[in-house]
């Protein structure tokens, strides 16, 4: 029997890829050594390995890491409906700033952008920023700061798109 890792983001437990036991989180780029050298350290904050028989290889464009049996399980159409249309999410500061009124987090929202330096990345944006994407890495950064799955991302996006205004 061969036994493989696989990797998984543990924000919203899709697969990455895998490999056999040499498998490695990937490497992001880490602090300087002592000679002021970049060097490469694992992302194990961000990244789970779980491991499977031959028999039972997750498929990674379908399969979901499953915390509650350490397994896999396929994903739902509407899970693959999001992953689909992801890419292509977005919605205006107006329609933003509504969803998250609707959902109660435009207060604590507030809150943590101004809690943020005056020249933060996220502060420019949330002041200057006439589109907000669901890809945008700043975005979902903030988002994570502030609790948001994955999921309760994709569903504010979804509502934000659909506010006529």
């Known amino acids: 029997?061969?036994?493989?890792?696989?990797?998984?983001?543990t924000s919203d437990n899709r697969f990455l890829?895998?490999?056999?036991?040499?498998?490695?989180?990937?490497?992001?780029?880490?602090?300087?050594?002592?000679?002021?050298?970049p060097t490469q350290v694992p992302d194990y904050v961000n990244y789970g390995v779980a491991e499977f028989g031959d028999a039972d290889l997750p498929d990674i464009d379908r399969d979901l890491f499953d915390p509650a049996t350490g397994g896999k399980r396929p994903m739902t159409e509407a899970e693959i409906a999001v992953l689909v249309t992801r890419p292509t999410l977005q919605m205006s500061k107006l329609q933003a700033k509504l969803a998250l009124k609707a959902v109660g987090k435009l207060g604590q929202v507030k809150a943590y952008v101004a809690s943020l330096p005056a020249d933060h990345d996220a502060v420019i944006a949330w002041q200057d920023a006439q589109?907000?994407?669901?890809?945008?890495g700043l975005l979902v950064s903030a988002a994570q700061a502030l609790g948001f799955t994955e999921a309760q991302i994709d569903a504010l996006f979804i509502t934000g798109a659909s506010i006529d205004i």
């Open 131 to 136: 589109v907000f994407k669901r890809e945008s």
């Open 17 to 37: 890829g895998g490999g056999f036991y040499d498998a490695q989180p990937p490497m992001v780029a880490g602090p300087n050594d002592a000679d002021g050298n």
């Open 1 to 9: 029997m061969v036994t493989a890792k696989f990797l998984y983001r």
